[in-house]
Nanobody, 119 residues
Framework: QVQLVESGGGLVQAGGSLRLSCAAS????????MGWFRQAPGKERESVAG????????YYADSVKGRFTISRDNAKNTVYLQMNSLKLEDTAVYYC????????????WGQGTQVSVSS
């Protein structure tokens, strides 16, 4: 089992920045990849970014490329999402997720943290 706890959400003006953190605990040795997802009201959950836990290889949704940066600190079992140049449409609940070596999909999820961008 892997437990994930997000932090760092909040209210920010458009153009501002926030950094989200996701601390993993439990069987972290089983983690293959970590990802960030978001879900806005009335919309489906969408993938934002992901990073290989051992490789550091990352990917981004087109909507956040050049603005968001995903990183990880393996010593702290923590993954981060630095969000710059925030837009109104970035408003959503952001979730951290973990994919293990034994799974084809993300199977562990955090509780989510609200990010609200105001004009």
């Amino acid at each position: 089992q892997v437990q994930l706890v997000e932090s760092g959400g909040g209210l920010v003006q458009a153009g501002g920045s926030l950094r989200l953190s996701c601390a993993a605990s439990g069987r972290t040795i089983s983690i293959y990849r970590m990802g960030w997802f978001r879900q806005a009201p009335g919309k489906e959950r969408e993938s934002v970014a992901g990073i290989g836990w051992s490789t550091g290889h990352n990917y981004y949704a087109d909507s956040v490329k050049g603005r968001f940066t995903i990183s990880r600190d393996n010593a702290k079992n923590t993954v981060y999402l630095q969000m710059n140049s925030l837009k109104l449409e970035d408003t959503a609940v952001y979730y951290c997720a973990a994919q293990t070596y034994a799974s084809a999909n993300y199977v562990y999820w955090g509780q989510g943290t609200q990010v609200s961008v105001s004009s």
